[in-house]
């Protein structure tokens, strides 16, 4: 009985794992449909405001945790870019997403990497070390 329990648990294990790569190897296609979602009039300003965050720091050839960090670098990619995707997918409109989804697969990827994303991440970078910077120093 132990080894079958075992054997089903390793299976479970194994399927929430299969799931978790397999998003993370459609991040690309996500991204691209928050970016069609960003563009649809039926997307309210809030979910447009989150997908817009989260477009500009996919494709900002500059990271908020530099990947030179052991670990923490590759932090950002492999558990923030995924839970912000899910996030703004949960504000979008299911009828306005399946609309977006349906698009990104009929039309070819054309998205890449822009100096505007890293442009917002640096605003970012500098607001937040602007704010700690006045609140315990000044």
């Known amino acids: 009985m132990e080894n079958k329990d075992l054997f089903k648990k390793e299976v479970s294990n194994m ?4 799931k978790w790569k397999e998003f993370i190897r459609n991040i690309k296609n996500n991204i691209y449909i928050l970016y ?7 997307t309210p300003w809030y979910a447009k ?9 996919a494709l900002s050839p500059i990271d908020l945790i530099p990947d030179v960090i052991p670990v923490l670098g590759y932090l950002d990619e492999a558990i923030l870019l995924p839970l912000g995707i899910l996030g703004a997918f949960s504000l979008i409109p299911k009828e306005v997403l399946n609309e977006c989804r349906v ?8 998205l890449q990497k822009k ?6 991440i640096m605003l970012i970078w ?4 602007t704010s700690i910077l006045f609140r315990w120093v000044i």
């Open 15 to 18: 399927v929430k794992k299969l």
């Open 36 to 42: 069609l979602a960003c563009r649809h009039p039926n």
């Open 49 to 57: 405001a989150l997908s817009l965050l989260i477009v500009a720091y």
């Open 103 to 110: 698009q990104a697969s009929q039309t070819p990827k054309k």
């Open 115 to 120: 100096w505007a994303g890293a442009i917002i």
């Open 126 to 129: 500098i607001s937040l070390a």
